[in-house]
Antibody, heavy 120, light 110 residues
Framework: QVQLQESGPGLVKPSETLSLTCSVS?????????WGWIRQPPGKGLEWIGS???????NYNPSLKSRVTISVDTSKNQFSLKLSSVTAADTAVYYC?????????????WGQGTLVTVSS | QSALTQPASVSGSPGQSITISCTGT?????????VSWYQQHPGKAPKLMIF???DRPSGVSNRFSGSKSGNTASLTISGLQAEDEADYYC??????????FGGGTKLTVL
């Protein structure tokens, strides 16, 4: 059974870089698919941040593209998110997920989510 | 890219059917078959209910169905049950290899 688990600091200071890792178990990232990051500010809706293919190919939300880097480490079966120059507006629950259909938005397996708060 | 448009809330009584709409543009919903729907209960991760407009993942009840007409996709839940009360989100591929979510719809089972 595929399982995803987000990890990283729960508190980040304004202007710094948010860094999260998603560890995948029960399935090899190298088998294919895209792997994505989605966030949800408290009390608000879902926002796609971006996705990465096991080959390293990436796609980003145009509104966040200048600040986002998503990478994959197949040797560790992990993929990661970096979001630079964060502000309070970046406070959210961050989810990692597998895109079953290949960058089609059909995220069939999700992590439990991790709350990241941006505050000094 | 703009978020897809969903009604903020819908409601229905147990046993009834409800439909949630998801309106996009010719650049997303209207052009691509890659529309998905998610159910999210409070404090939980979203769950995939429909993908590729009308396909159901294994294990999802056949009370959930999806369709599309023009720039609007729809999720229909038949035989409404109390456990269906949740937030529902649509998403679509937009071209340029990007994705966009709808604003979400809160379903209340009366």
């Amino acid at each position: 059974q595929v399982q995803l688990q987000e990890s990283g600091p729960g508190l980040v200071k304004p202007s710094e870089t948010l860094s999260l890792t998603c560890s995948v178990s029960g399935y090899s990232i190298s088998n294919g698919h895209y792997w994505g990051w989605i966030r949800q500010p408290p009390g608000k809706g879902l926002e796609w941040i971006g996705s990465v293919h096991y080959s390293g190919s990436t796609n980003y939300n145009p509104s966040l593209k200048s600040r986002v880097t998503i990478s994959v480490d197949t040797s560790k079966n992990q993929f990661s998110l970096k979001l630079s120059s964060v502000t309070a507006a970046d406070t959210a629950v961050y989810y990692c997920a597998r895109d079953y259909g290949g960058n089609s938005g059909s995220f069939d397996c999700w992590g439990q989510g991790t709350l990241v708060t941006v505050s000094s | 890219q703009s978020a897809l448009t969903q009604p903020a809330s819908v409601s229905g009584s147990p046993g009834q059917s409800i439909t949630i709409s998801c309106t996009g543009t010719n650049s997303d919903v209207g052009t691509y078959k890659f529309v998905s729907w998610y159910q999210q209960h409070p404090g939980k991760a979203p769950k995939l209910m429909i993908f590729d407009v009308s396909d159901r993942p294994s294990g999802v009840s056949n009370r959930f169905s999806g369709s599309k007409s023009g720039n609007t996709a729809s999720l229909t839940i038949s035989g409404l049950q109390a456990e269906d009360e949740a937030d529902y989100y649509c998403t679509s591929y937009t071209g340029s290899s990007t994705l966009v979510f709808g604003g979400g719809t809160k379903l209340t089972v009366l």
